[in-house]
């Protein structure tokens, strides 16, 4: 038996920013920035309180979260300054862990 695709997928765009073809995120400047998946761990029922300070951090962006884990991405001008964007997170009242998915800078 032949499995066919379903049109959609077949048509749906690749995912954007494609690092293979060196588009990458880029600062006001026009300059490569370093990007991070973060997921953070919160204690039992902090999600809430944890989501409201997190907002108040610079260049990180929340995009969802589930049970006591919340995915962010962070964005810098360096590896050293997104190293600081996690300590950041981890300083965060109520955080028990910051693990790193993705890290990355385009050169």
């Given at each position: ?41 919160t ?17 990180t ?47």
């Open positions: 038996m032949r499995v066919q695709r379903p049109e959609v997928l077949a048509t749906s765009p690749p995912p954007w920013p494609s690092p293979a073809k060196g588009e990458g995120t880029f600062n006001k400047k026009g300059e490569k920035m370093a990007i991070a998946s973060v997921v953070v761990a204690e039992a029922g902090a999600v809430e309180v944890v989501l409201a300070q997190l907002a108040q951090l610079p260049n962006e929340v995009h969802g979260s589930k049970e006591n884990q919340i995915v962010t991405v962070i964005e810098a001008d360096s590896i050293a300054a997104l190293s600081e964007g996690m300590q950041r997170l981890a300083a965060v009242a109520q955080v028990i862990g910051v693990y790193p998915v993705y890290a990355g800078q385009e050169e």
